[in-house]
């Protein structure tokens, strides 16, 4: 941070009089209202702020870190699935020992007003698990696999979001002095 409280920002280009782009006080550069006159060049932030990156967040630690973590959401959305995907047995199971007897029952000449709906209902019911199961709509097992695939895309994404600087706006770099300074970098 330059010591008028403004973050370094690209205060020059690369041209006549500069060999680089630099990073430097806006204060100092622009109105000469700080005594600050340290200036950073660009390609000196850069190969510091990826050997950052690299250390940090390419380290081991980050890496278990994060695929520990991935690790935990599949586990937790398996889980959820399979327990779905049990009651979704059971019912079906259910279902279908209700239907055998209702159609039984039809067969067999007890058939009243409310055994044809009944059997239809059922058919309906399970017809609708079946499609929960295997269709691609909203709440079926398709699309809950989908989400996780999304999830682990999402995830991976931010991580070389990381790694090319969305999030990583700032970084510590050490200028060669006693003491690192703030630097705030934006790509130009």
Known sequence: MASAGANYVLVSGAGKHHRSASYGCPAHADRGTCKNA??????????ELLAKLQRDVLSDAAIDY?????EQEIGKRFAAL????????KRKAVLETELKNLTRMAATGLDTPAIRPGITEREAEISALVTKTL????GSVHEQITGLRNFVR??????RELITGKHANTATVNLGTSSAHRLDYASA
Request: glycine letters at 12%; proline letters at 0%.
């Open 38 to 47: 340290r200036r950073v060049e660009r390609d000196t932030l850069e190969v």
């Open 66 to 70: 994060v695929l520990e973590k991935l």
């Open 82 to 89: 399979g327990g779905e995907m049990d009651a979704i047995r």
């Open 135 to 138: 269709g691609r709509k909203k």
């Open 154 to 159: 999402e995830g991976l994404r931010d991580i």
